[in-house]
C-alpha cells in the first residue's frame, strides 16, 4: 500500500452539530476518517467533535456560518493550505423557514435558498478542484424527499432541495471524468433537532 492510500481520508461535514449531520460525522470517523465538523454554532460543532474524540475518533470544529460564500472561502482556504485535500464532502447544512407562500418573506426565501443550496455550490467549488486534481473524491449531497414532491409550507425548501438534486446530477457529470462521485440522498421525514418544531401536515 502506497504512503497516500495509507493515510487517514478527511471527511468535511456542513451542519454537523446536531441530527443527521452529527450521525454522518460520527460514522465516517467510525470508518477511520478524520472529520472536520462544521457548524454555524462553535458551541455544537465543537461538542461533535468532542464526542467523536472521546469515543476514539478523530475530528476537529470549525464555526462557518455557511450562508456566506466570504466565510466558506476562507475556512477552505485555510483548510486545504493544511491539509491540501479534503478527500469526502457531506453537504448537509440547512434551516427550514416555513409558511404558505403568501405569507413568506423575501429574507426567509433567501436565507433558506443560501443556507441550504448556495452553500453546496461554494464547498464544492472550493474543495472539489483539489479531489480533481487528486482523481478521486466523494461528494454527497444531503436533500429531501420534499425536493421530490414538493410540500404545502415549504416553497422555499422544497426549492432549494430540488436544486440541490439538479446541481448533484450536473457536478457527477462534470466531475466523473475525474473519478469524484457526486451523489445525493434525499431522506423523508425524520425526528431531529430541526424538524422537532415543525407543524404536522
Known amino acids: 500500500m502506497s504512503e497516500e492510500n495509507s493515510k487517514p481520508k478527511i471527511a468535511l461535514v456542513t451542519g454537523a452539530g446536531r441530527g443527521i449531520g452529527r450521525s454522518i460525522a460520527e460514522a465516517l470517523a467510525k470508518d477511520g476518517m478524520k472529520v ?5 454554532s462553535e458551541s455544537s460543532c465543537g461538542a461533535a467533535a468532542e464526542s467523536i474524540c472521546a469515543d476514539g475518533g478523530d475530528a476537529i470544529a470549525r464555526a462557518v456560518d455557511v450562508s456566506s460564500g466570504e466565510e466558506i472561502r476562507q475556512a477552505c482556504d485555510a483548510l486545504l493550505e493544511e491539509y491540501e485535500c479534503v478527500d469526502v464532502l457531506v453537504n448537509n447544512a440547512g434551516i427550514t423557514r416555513d409558511n404558505l407562500l403568501f405569507r413568506m418573506e423575501e429574507d426567509d426565501w433567501n436565507a433558506v435558498l443560501h443556507t441550504n443550496l448556495t ?42 432541495k430540488a436544486g440541490m ?10 466531475f466523473s471524468a475525474r473519478s469524484v462521485t457526486v451523489n445525493a440522498v434525499a431522506p423523508g421525514f425524520i425526528d431531529t433537532d430541526m424538524t422537532s418544531g415543525l407543524d404536522e401536515r
Open 119 to 160: 452553500s453546496c455550490f461554494h464547498w464544492i467549488k472550493h474543495l472539489g478542484r483539489p479531489m480533481t486534481r487528486k482523481r478521486w473524491g466523494r461528494i454527497v449531497n444531503i436533500s429531501s424527499v420534499v425536493g421530490l414532491t414538493g410540500n404545502a409550507g415549504q416553497a422555499n425548501y422544497s426549492a432549494a
Open 36 to 40: 472536520i465538523c462544521v457548524s454555524k
Open 165 to 174: 438534486i439538479g446541481l448533484t446530477k450536473s457536478l457527477a457529470r462534470e
